[in-house]
DNA sequence: CCTTTCTAGGAATACGTTTTCCTTCGTAAG
DNA sequence: CTTACGAAGGAAAACGTATTCCTAGAAAGG
């Protein structure tokens, strides 16, 4: 154990080429599998390096190598309930090929994102993902920036810089498909501002796959509101007056299916034998929490992340891709909308 | 922009020298303010490094100097719902004295942890912070790391390592307060397994304050049981039943008091009228999303980040602190205890 | 005019690696 | 016996910066 606030030495390539009996060149070639060396130095230098404990300075091979190992993943939203699992789904997809990530959040304040772009570039960071909560197209982050550049659960309004996205539409599609696939006849559907994109893709998916069943749902039919359960518990009432015999109700967030949830229960209407109930983001304390579970669309943020890591690691090595690009969406099926499943 | 896959230079102090007409050497102490220069030099190097963008390679700063102005933050949870605030916390305290944060989720696997290890050692990083989800000792994460060692949310079996905890006990104490103040006379305290040291710190704290008070409820009269909203609304008809009267209901988590307030609501009773209702952890969307929103204890979890990041500043200067070391918790009032209070 | 002192800035070294080039030695071919 | 060649490993350069030491010139004092 070093003494408090002493500059301790590690263990330099030096120390094992010494303990070996080689030179550093020779030391580095053995560790690294380069060069013409016997079997029998090789193994000298491995054991050496291990009876150390030797572990290569990163920084000094970056300085080297031009490059540094290293990402940032930078976020609007304080690393919240969207951005999180992208950027561990990233992280992970990173992580395997050895790269770590420098965390970034700019609390959507624009100079602490300059700050972080300052950082970024004096660490050297081999690329750089940005993450957000909306899927609107924001500001493109620095275009001249000289560094690989990946958006993820948003895009830039340079349409030609590569975003990974959730198939929200597609979102809408598969819960209208499992609501028809159950019989269910008369639908609603309760969702967020209509200023978000994401509600606005979710709607269209539902209402194009109601025409194509030949179901009487549309755009018009589509209650606009807030992302919360107020709204949920508000919304819920309405629709039981203006759609009589309504048996199933499609929400654009789970926070707004357990508001729907608690209204029914109170007026008496049993989920989901008189009324199946879809959610959206398949967010755990939510879905689970309620009674009964909710089914719900997943957007599979942790898919969103590992994609956009790969088109991150496919610009660093030289082809980049372009534009957005969509990721499925997953519908999970609890007792909401089957009285089998849990 | 540079041609795609183009291994572009970035500028070096080596360029911004030769704009300004000086030697690597006085560009440096120049751009550092030391040494003896004129200031007219001085002014001439700033504003070709200006011109050029330069910003200084850390790398290469790092490995000098033998600092790298780097930690990494690990946390088993997957940057959960408590890692997160603590994180950030951390971050943010950190990032004032230019330190940046590696992110590290372990997914509580040990060969991952030691992978995690390896990495932050091989890049030299100044310091660690281990975050955790409970509170309860885990193993330390490497006695002889040679780096410095903060943990948070969570604390070594070697006890003399630095942590940083909730102040749990005194949580209880602040709900228990709170609705004596209210005139509150006949008490519940519903909570998680007691196999996690936080449910019986609350309670402990709970139960000393009413104690205090010459109130007649004791450690007898606490319910463990799950940390879920079934078991908030199964545990709400236990105490209807067994404690006739009862006006005042503490839950060890906000989904415990979202199962409670749920049932409560189903058999007529009033919140906050009838029955008052504290949560604990203050999570944004159980807490608002309740009808009505829930009173609850905040853990402070920002602080507890800051307060790590802090410890471990010290211990990198030298000056290492030891032992626990807790952070006071605060109640934030709603509806659920105070009818005027949205 | 000569010597000392101070100032401004240049040259060189160090940090820890990787890689390129070079040297040495042994062996086989002519 | 001489030449060529392959194998094994050493020496040195390079990455970008901070710092220490040194030098050239100017100013000041005798």
């Given at each position: 154990m070093p003494a408090p606030g002493s500059k301790l030495k590690r263990t330099t390539i030096r120390d094992v080429a010494a303990l070996a009996g080689v030179s550093i060149g020779t030391a580095s070639k053995a560790l690294n599998g380069q060069g013409k060396l016997r079997a029998e130095t090789r193994d000298r230098v491995a054991a050496a390096a291990r009876e150390l404990g030797f572990a290569p300075n990163v920084l000094a091979r970056g300085l080297l190598a031009g490059r540094t190992y290293t990402v940032g993943v930078i976020t609007t939203d304080s690393f919240g309930r969207f951005s999180i699992p992208v950027m561990l789904g990233a992280e992970n997809a990173l992580g395997a090929g050895q790269i770590s990530v420098f965390m970034c959040d700019t609390r959507d304040d624009p100079e602490r994102e300059q700050q972080y772009l300052d950082m970024l570039l004096s660490r050297r960071a081999d690329g750089l993902i940005v993450a957000g909560r909306r899927i609107e197209p924001r500001p493109?982050?620095?275009?001249?920036?000289g560094v690989p550049v990946v958006y993820a659960m948003t895009q830039s309004m340079d349409s030609d810089e590569p975003a990974i996205l959730p198939d929200d539409a597609g979102g809408g599609r598969l819960a209208a498909e499992h609501l028809l696939a159950l019989g269910r006849r008369r639908f609603g559907h309760i969702t967020g501002p209509p200023r978000f994109l994401a509600a606005r893709m979710r709607a269209r998916g539902f209402c194009d796959a109601m025409a194509e069943a030949g179901m009487p749902f549309t755009a018009n039919d589509v209650l606009y509101g807030e992302w919360s359960e107020a709204w949920g518990r508000e919304a819920a009432r309405l629709v039981m007056h203006t759609t009589p015999g309504v048996d199933a109700i499609f929400c654009g967030s789970d926070q707004i299916a357990r508001g729907v949830s608690d209204t029914l229960r109170l007026i008496g209407c049993?989920?989901?034998?008189?009324i199946a109930l879809v959610g959206f983001d398949n967010w755990s304390p939510m879905v689970l929490g309620a009674d009964p579970p909710l089914t719900s669309i997943d957007m599979c943020l942790e898919d969103i992340g590992r994609v956009a890591a790969e088109h991150l690691l496919l610009a660093i090595k030289g082809e980049p891709t372009h534009g957005p690009h969509t990721v499925p969406c997953r519908l999970v099926a609890r007792g909401s909308t089957s009285p089998e499943t849990p």
């Open positions: 493109s982050i620095g275009p001249t920036l049993r989920v989901p034998e008189d």
